[in-house]
């Protein structure tokens, strides 16, 4: 039975997420020839995600949402449990998103071409120069007041367990002069398992904990900063699966 109810919503999902592409695709494509800032592409972006998410029998509870700042850019470090852990944060985070992919999806008919109407940065990720250029554009993109997710692990958790966080998002933060606001994640990796494509539908959990601001470039502050949020993460991440 179980495996029944996963066969349906693996093909539901790719014939939701191929439609939904199809149709919100080519709407964002035509608002942006208008809104060249990329905000109304990425309300469309964010109702796609909320779509497949609701669609598809995934429940989404966000707690924390005191801790959202009005009116400013923010980084948001988040763990990284699965695929669905960017539909749920793009649908369910009120909040104007610019995210930082790999190139290759930006070439992707529809779904690629909305990314690039909403103003979403691509990163060659095998390449120093156009990874800094990415970069730079990323920090010019925060300080005209789009937010970004960060998952400093790199990759999706292999067992669930939240890895190491890679420098660099308190880099991002310092120069850009931006508050970094922990995200806990849990429920994604139930959802599709790291090397399987089978949707099994299930909740997921956003907790928005207080942000930490970084004043100054102190490298070493930064590192201290990036290691707390780590900590505040994994905490909740705890809570949260003995709650389940």
Known sequence: MKLASSFYHTLRFWVLITILSIVLGTLSIIVGVFDRSGNTS??????????????????????GMENLLQNRAQIFIANHQGYYDIFALSGY???????????????????GWAMSAARY?????????????????????????????????????EDGTIGPFKKGSQLLAQRADVPMVPVTITGTRNIIRKGSMMIHPGLVRIIISPCISLEGGDKKKGDESLEAIRDTICKNFEENLQSD
């Open 42 to 63: 990425h309300k469309i972006a964010a109702l796609w995600s909320k779509l497949i998410c609701r669609w598809n029998g995934i429940r989404v509870e966000i707690s």
């Open 93 to 111: 985070l009120p909040v104007q998103l610019r995210w930082v992919s790999k190139a290759s999806l930006f070439r992707v008919p529809f779904m």
């Open 121 to 157: 940065i691509p990163v060659e990720r095998g390449d120093r120069k156009k990874s800094y250029q990415a970069f730079l554009t990323t920090i010019e993109s925060v300080k005209a007041g789009n937010s970004v997710v960060i998952f400093p692990e790199g990759t999706r958790s």
